[in-house]
């Protein structure tokens, strides 16, 4: 049902102890005088890292240790707050973006392990001042309460759409299965994903 | 507060002056009641909307809590100093004192006990991690069942079930079940709920000498500000709440809430801005949830279908020494002799709060339930009985009009007798359910609206916008007062600074913010016009209008000038003018039906809701977009308490199981069905609240939906396949249909 984003390899807080010590990515993030065993050991308990997140076309340098997810180092480190941290667990989907155009819980990825990658938030989807399509239809079909899941919502319309531009409701509703809402916006947020239109001039 | 009112009265009781204000009538209206987009729709879409969640004070500390693993437990002691010493951290607080008997105890999992404030919040998880805390864990009550036993240990110093509280009106309850016709006899009963709310509670403390200011999480700035400055010892005077997006409350975020004090005690100690939010585990355990509802009852039917008696035995558990009271019957269809005897069960679990219609839907599942049985005694058709059984129809009790509406929409003459007859496995069914609720308008509500001399406008009111869309409510009435487009006034809402209006909770809000907004702005509105009526050489400022940006003369539209230009006579004063909540341009009262249609697999026990039909009234409708949204939105919480929703405690250890959003289920995209609402506008009435209504009918309508189809009773929540299953079992063992 909400399968999605959980059987994407890579992508949890456990696989990250494991892979660590040998993947690409730590060889990237960890400093150069350390083995590749003592990191691994080092990895359990240790400072923040230097990184570099490649976020809405922007390269961000930061320190992080490497427990921190994706999401918080977007929330806490560079105050891009549109995706929200809610079970923080991959059950919710209020913290989807995008890494390398697939949409991901960003609570449920590593930072260190998105380096390298292109990593697009809600925030990205707008042009200017005009709203990208998912966003408007959600505007003008009331898809949207209180509001907390919507930046989740938006971002995985906006990547179905971009995968499949004419969805039928069948394809919309499995594809925005992984993300909840509380206050049941479904009946919009179906009505906003089938009828968004082109992205304006 | 959330209330429990029976609908009272259409017209309140009067003791606010009554208004000369007035709504435009129906046709003049230019915003109110068409669909009006939502004003925030654009920042919330676009991730720009910043929550509680999202907000960062300059040098802020992040702080998490300690809490109580056990469910019942003395503390020995708490030792803070690893902690302290941790380097990162700021300050840390033990939350029980252990010289102290009364306060040393944690009654239920997730009970604070300690909390740390860090430069980090990784640093602050550790800080925690290193807090040493010595437990006498304690027995401890994990479910109703335990609590009720006579040999159950002696957990709560008022009992662990409390003395019958007994209701009896009509007459001889034994005497009128002797005389009935027909009697069910049954045992009815509803699961705990949790709110859910997506952002968690929480809030960011930051004091200025002894100023403190608070961006909580809250459906109640006021209430909070008061809540947290009492709690704190400080002049109310001295806090400030502010919440101007908050992402879900549904009840259990309406008071000062312990987190935000803590919070305020942690910033005071660090001397920095910190923010505290609870974890998801946390939000299941210890920010309320509706408490579970047991009935053991009869009640009987004549041989004509007309209700006789009914007698009822009821309890339930709000948790650690927090009541659990849902009325039965009902308070729809006439049993014109009832008793009620309920019992409060307490359990170590945390309290219950308000839960949008708090014991609405439970009381509507076990009567609507029991509606649905009596009918099949007697062999008729369910919605008749319904009908033989309604009381006199008023404004707020339309129940008869809109089954009617509703059957046709439900198509419910293809409607079988109990008992899906056709051949497979796949059994479908039709059930209905009615539901009323009070929502009617705070007289205590203040409002403020300023006209400046450049021609903008704004509104303060201390309400907020908890999803409801409250704040385009304030935008919608003071725009069309003004006469002027929406985009041209501000609704300033969400800040314990602007003038007092109730918490967003019993539906009160609309009922109370729009009328004492367009009292504001009709204030605000007439003086401007005094101010213009000599330039336009009028001599009654009464006999301008504005219209279409302009103010004019009423039917000389050529006789005035545009709004802005009407606004330079202001100079350099503006106009600022205050208003109470009125009687007059609001209601109390609402009454709704919802049918489900629903497909049983009785090899599987799966329940697939197939349609939902809502016909709801609200008094005037203000935005017709938001309201379908607000019906919806019940309806999909309803579904969710009617199949998926159950707060589990394990019976050994009282810890919660599912404290989490994969198996605490809520409903997702596929789950929900195709759902049909009519809206019936009262504009005579007034406005009345919406919000608890449609989500209390859901559950009941599909419960009676499934019995349909399977042909067994249903007498339990959620609906399970374990539940639908046994069912079948239990009534029909060896087989099935």
């Not at chain 2, 859910?196 to 999480?217: F, K, P, R, Y």
Request: glycine share 10%; net charge neutral.
């Amino acid at each position: 049902m909400r399968s999605k984003k959980k059987d994407e390899p890579g992508f949890s807080r456990r696989s990250f102890l494991k892979t660590v010590g040998a993947g690409g990515v730590a060889a990237g993030v960890m400093g150069p005088a350390s083995g590749v065993e003592a990191q691994a050991v080092r990895a359990a308990g240790p400072g923040a890292v230097p990184i570099q997140l490649n976020v809405n076309g922007r390269v961000h340098k930061l320190d992080v240790e490497p427990r921190v997810t994706l999401l918080d180092a977007l929330r806490t480190r560079l105050d891009i707050t549109g995706a929200k941290r809610v079970c923080d667990r991959g059950a919710c989907g209020a913290c989807t973006v995008l890494v390398d155009d697939k949409t991901v819980y960003a609570c449920s990825t590593l930072a260190i392990e998105a380096q390298g990658k292109r990593i697009r938030t809600v925030e990205s989807l707008t042009e200017g001042t005009v709203l990208h399509p998912v966003q408007q239809a959600f505007c003008d079909r009331d898809g949207l309460m209180c509001g907390f899941c919507t930046p989740g919502f938006v971002v995985a319309t906006a990547a179905l759409l971009e995968r499949n531009p004419k969805p039928t409701a069948e394809q919309a509703r499995k594809a925005l299965d992984g993300n909840i809402c509380r206050c049941g916006t479904y009946v919009r947020v179906l009505e906003a994903a089938l009828n968004t239109g082109g992205r304006r001039g | 507060m959330a209330d429990r009112r029976q609908n009272p009265p259409a017209q309140a009781p009067g003791q606010s002056p009554a208004s000369t204000a007035k709504w435009p009538p129906p046709a003049e209206r230019v915003l109110l009641g068409q669909s009006v987009k939502r004003l925030d729709g654009p920042d919330k879409a676009q991730g720009k909307a910043k929550y509680t969640y999202d907000i960062v004070r300059p040098g802020m500390l992040y702080a998490r809590l300690l809490d109580s693993p056990h469910p019942h437990a003395r503390v020995r002691s708490i030792d803070l100093s690893a902690a302290e010493k941790l380097p990162g951290v700021r300050a840390a607080l033990a939350l029980k004192d252990a010289s102290k008997p009364d306060t040393a105890k944690v009654r239920y999992q997730g009970e604070e006990v300690a909390a740390v404030a860090a430069i980090s919040e990784e640093v602050a998880e550790d800080a925690i991690r290193l807090i040493k805390v010595d437990y006498e864990v304690l027995p401890n009550l994990a479910t109703v069942e335990q609590a009720m036993r006579p040999e159950a240990p002696a957990v709560f110093e008022k009992g662990n079930v409390t003395e019958p509280t007994v209701r009896a009106e009509g007459g001889d309850v034994e005497a009128a079940l002797k005389s009935s016709a027909h009697l069910v006899e049954g045992l009815y009963s509803t699961q705990v709920q949790t709110h859910t709310s997506l952002e968690t509670h929480g809030g960011i403390c930051e004091w200025n000498g002894d100023q403190l200011t608070a961006w909580v999480s809250t459906q109640a700035v006021h209430g909070t500000r008061e809540g947290t400055a009492r709690a704190l010892g400080v002049p109310q005077t001295n806090v400030r709440v502010i919440t101007d997006y908050m992402g879900g409350g549904f009840g259990s975020k309406l008071g000062g809430d312990v987190q935000v004090v803590i919070c305020a005690r942690l910033a005071k100690m660090a001397n920095a801005p910190v923010k505290l939010m609870l974890d998801r585990k946390e939000e299941h355990l210890v920010t309320g949830n509706r408490p579970s509802a047991f009935a053991r009852l009869r009640a009987g039917v004549d041989a004509q279908g007309k209700l006789t008696a009914i007698d009822a035995e009821t309890w339930g558990t709000g948790g650690a020494g927090q009541g659990s009271f849902f009325p039965v019957p009902y308070q729809v269809y006439v049993f014109p002799v009832r008793r009620q005897r309920h019992t409060d069960v307490y359990i170590n679990a945390g309290p219950q709060r308000a839960f949008r219609a708090p014991g609405h839907p439970q009381s509507c599942f076990v009567t609507e339930v029991v509606m649905d049985e009596l009918a099949d005694l007697i062999k008729i058709d369910p919605l008749e009985l319904r009908l033989r059984n309604l009381p006199p129809e008023a404004d707020n009790a339309q129940w008869a009009r809109y089954f009617k509406m509703g059957a046709e929409r439900i198509e419910w003459s293809r409607r079988h007798p109990t008992g899906d007859r056709t051949a497979g496995p796949i059994k479908r069914g039709l059930g209905c359910a009615a539901n009323r609720w009070g929502g009617g308008g705070n007289r205590r509500t203040r409002g403020m609206c300023d006209i400046l001399p450049d021609g903008s406008v704004i509104t303060r009111i201390g309400t907020q916008d908890i999803g409801t869309g409250t704040r385009t409510l304030v935008a919608m009435v003071t725009a069309e007062t003004m006469g002027l487009p929406l985009q041209a006034v501000q609704a300033a809402i969400g800040d314990s600074n602007y003038p007092f209006a109730p918490g967003s909770g019993g539906s009160v809000t609309a009922a109370s913010v729009a009328p004492t907004v367009r009292i504001a702005a009709e204030n605000a509105r007439d003086q401007l016009f005094a101010r213009v009526a000599p330039a336009l050489g009028v001599a009654d400022p009464a006999t301008l209008v504005a219209r279409e940006g302009r103010i004019h003369v009423s039917g000389d539209p050529a006789k005035g000038m545009t709004w802005r230009e009407a606004c330079k006579t202001l100079g350099t004063e503006p106009v600022s003018a205050p208003a109470e909540w009125q009687q007059g341009l609001s209601s109390v009262g609402t009454s709704g039906v919802q049918f489900a249609d629903v497909e049983v697999d009785i090899e599987t026990g799966i329940t697939r809701v197939k349609k939902i039909v809502c016909v709801q009234d609200c008094g005037t409708i203000l935005d017709t977009l938001t309201a379908e949204s607000q019906c919806q939105g019940g309806i999909i919480m309803g579904l969710g308490f009617a199949l998926f929703e159950n707060r589990l405690l394990d019976r050994n250890t009282g810890q919660m199981v599912n404290p989490n959003m994969e198996w605490y289920l809520l409903p997702g995209m596929s789950d929900v069905p195709e759902i049909d609402v009519t809206l019936v506008d009262q504009p005579e009435r007034g406005v009345v609240g919406l919000g608890e209504p449609p989500v209390i009918s859901t559950a009941a309508a599909i419960g009676n939906a499934v019995a349909n189809a399977i042909g067994v009773r249903v007498r339990s929540l959620p609906l399970t396949p374990q539940t639908v299953l046994s069912a079948l079992e239990r009534e029909r063992p060896g087989g099935t249909l």
